[in-house]
């Protein structure tokens, strides 16, 4: 029962992710340069769409400069860790797989930092306009993401796959426009 359970809950979060990248409304530029801030942020961007639609569904975007946006987006990977933090540990209660339980474990200990320490760190360096500090968290959390990845290459499928993918393409949002404030 509780496997099915999470088994919905992960295809409900996958099914909201996707609904906010294609039925959120985005304000697009009318091919003169004059859309929005938001727009303009998220098209120096990887993931146009993935960008766009956090920033127009959080209310104080619109009236953020990049800064506050980069801060909105750190924040948005935090909620994302902390959820696949809370899920990495429900699938270890429920694991009976000793790998799979040792695979998870190093998981959650690669998630703990990025969760306590890690992003609080960099949106304080963001609030405090301390960009190149926020850039290196950033990467920092990007890289304890990639180490839970590489514990399930070869022969284990990931359950975290699509949560691990989500996460770096959020990073990599983050990263894109973090760099943006410290070239500007």
């Known amino acids: 029962m509780r496997r099915s359970s999470l088994s919905v809950s992960s295809f409900l979060l996958h099914i909201l992710l996707l609904s906010r990248i294609f039925f ?3 304000h697009s530029s ?3 340069g004059d859309g929005d801030l938001v727009d303009q942020i ?3 961007t990887p ?7 956090i920033l127009h569904s959080n209310p104080l975007a619109p009236k953020s400069d990049p800064k506050g946006m980069a801060l909105i987006m750190v924040n948005d990977i935090l909620a994302n860790a902390t959820d696949t933090l809370n899920y990495i540990e429900e699938l270890i209660k429920q694991t009976s797989d000793q790998q799979l339980e040792q695979q998870l474990a190093f998981c959650a200990e690669s998630y703990i930092p990025i969760v306590k320490y890690i992003l609080p760190q960099a949106a304080d360096a963001i609030s405090q306009g301390r960009f190149g500090f926020a850039s290196y968290s950033i990467f920092d959390a990007q890289k304890e993401v990639n180490a839970c990845d590489k514990k399930f290459s070869g022969s284990t499928q990931s359950p975290l796959g699509d949560r691990n993918d989500i996460m ?4 990599d949002v983050a990263a894109a426009i973090v760099k ?5």
């Not at 943006?180 to 500007?184: H, I, K, Q, R």
Request: hydrophobic share 30%.
């Open 47 to 53: 993931f146009y769409d993935l960008c766009s639609s």
């Open 168 to 171: 770096q393409k959020l990073v």
């Open 42 to 44: 998220c098209r120096k």
């Open 30 to 32: 009318d091919g003169d």
């Open 24 to 26: 959120t409304p985005t």
């Open 180 to 184: 943006l404030l410290l070239n500007g």
